[in-house]
């Protein structure tokens, strides 16, 4: 019995490390994903709610939160698909959990998505910032 305790808390770390520093971690550049959308070839998506997103944004950035998301996943992918027409996609939330969620969201409608991680992440390599909406 110890050992199956044991191999299950061993599992269960692993997959909590797994999500929490691989997985979700920024999968481009942030720099040459803003360069992409500078040009018009990308949209950013911030799925933070709206405590988080108050505190900042992604200057240009859409906010769609992943609560809204959730609430009318189909009507929202389709704002989605409308909105970023031809153009890459990059999600980013707090941490990169919540983007990555709708990254799955996106790909399971046809969408091509990337997750960037989390907007700290983001503002650390001096991607520009906007006040969020009030």
Do not use: H
Request: glycine letters at 10%; proline letters at 3%.
């Amino acid at each position: 019995m110890k050992k199956l305790n044991k191999l299950f808390f061993i599992s269960l770390m692993s997959l909590l490390i797994y999500n929490f520093f691989i997985k979700n971690k920024a999968e481009a550049d942030a720099k040459q994903s803003y360069d992409q959308f500078l040009a018009g070839k990308a949209v950013f998506i911030d799925v933070r709610e709206e405590a988080e997103v108050n505190e900042g944004m992604i200057k240009g950035a859409m906010w769609i939160p992943l609560s809204l998301i959730e609430q009318d996943k189909k009507g929202q992918i389709e704002k989605i698909r409308t909105l970023t027409k031809d153009k890459e996609i990059y999600l980013y939330c707090r941490s990169g959990g919540r983007s990555g969620k709708v990254k799955g969201y996106l790909e399971d409608a046809g969408l091509k998505a990337v997750n960037m991680g989390g907007f700290g992440s983001l503002q650390s390599e001096n991607i520009p910032t906007q006040p969020g909406p009030k």
